[in-house]
């Protein structure tokens, strides 16, 4: 298959494609529909209400983090989500408490998140009453 372009997106490829194949092999008379989404603008794009922030809070290290948008993923790739949930799933499948490595107190995890303002002009998402 020298044709065929080096898969990028972890074993999210293989996945789908295994997915496809059992649904056909379960149904072979039923169409098979996908739908695809364009989420390259839809990280951070979703506004929590301040009155809502503290559903979604969460802590990292010695801080209480209130957010006010959702996040919706860990980047704004499919394809990098892919590698990066390929990395997870080997992780957890090669690691026992016996082998696991402890990362040292004062490493930085979270060095990555942009840090903005409190909140920011708009008006919040409305969450659904159904929400609860």
Known sequence: MSGVPRCLCGEALPAFLEALTSLRVRWPDKRILAAKADVTSAFRNVRISPDHAHKFRYVVGDVLVADLRLTFGWAASPGLWGVLASAAEHSHRNT???????????????????????WEKGTPTPIPSSAG
Request: proline share 13%.
């Open 96 to 118: 026992s408490l016996a082998n696991a490595r402890l990362l040292p107190e004062g490493i930085a995890m979270m060095s990555h998140v942009k840090k903005k303002p409190p």
